[in-house]
């Protein structure tokens, strides 16, 4: 079959397109829930737009799937891949709090006068994990590695994961460096686990322990409620000041780590279209 300018040689839809059309479908899928939640009286606060964005990209992933079947595609939705890598949650935790770890040996942390977060405030935390990687590491991942690779595909969605969060109150150059390393080790996640849902739940461990159980800024938003409120103190490069963990040079190290032994365990063939 003769490929043309939208299908390649096969029929299928060009990959460039192919996440044209599945950003295109989550746009207006995007819109017309929020129409509908407006004409319904919701409020639109960050709740309602995660749960609204999270809702988009799950619609627009079954309609990809059906306007561009390709059996040769893994699926990232797909529960049954890989279950045991939902264990990387717990490190999604830890590694937020390793500068207050760090912070606490040196004696710079302090608690702080904040009550318990309510159940919408935890909500509101958890929320982002599910519907920001749905949106750039569930099908739009999955396309660019057939394009460009594993390796080429995790960089590019971390390092728009990064720019997504530059005009977060308070977001610095070491800030939004190491929001994109987090973007590519959620990313280096999925690739390897073939499935997007390990990377929720890690993303949404990392948000609810930063701001529900300790209180910190989560990417430069304010917590408004935590179980163990506290503040850290001393140096910005160490605490991230007020970005929150993500802005401290700790973070960077133990996410360094963390990808560089994730992405040596990604085989040589999967790192290259």
Known sequence: MRGGF???REGQIRRGFAIVLFWGLCTVLLLVLGALSGALGVAHDQ???HARLAMSALLAHVAHARIDPRPERWDPLDP?????WL???PLGALLPCLPALVALVMGQVTRVPLGPPALGDAAELALPGLSEELLLRGLSLA????AFGGLWATLGCGLAFGLLHLHNPHAG???VANVALSGLLFGLVVVR???VWPAVAAHAAWNLAEGALFGLPVSGLVARGALVPIAIGGPVWLGGGAFGPEGSAILTLALALACGVLLGRIPVRERRA
Not at 80 to 84: S, V, Y
């Open 6 to 8: 939208f299908l390649d």
């Open 47 to 49: 709740l309602e737009f």
């Open 80 to 84: 049954a891949a890989n279950r045991r």
């Open 87 to 89: 264990l990387v949650a």
């Open 143 to 146: 396309i660019l590695c057939e």
């Open 173 to 175: 150059l070491l800030g």
């Open 193 to 195: 686990s073939r499935s």
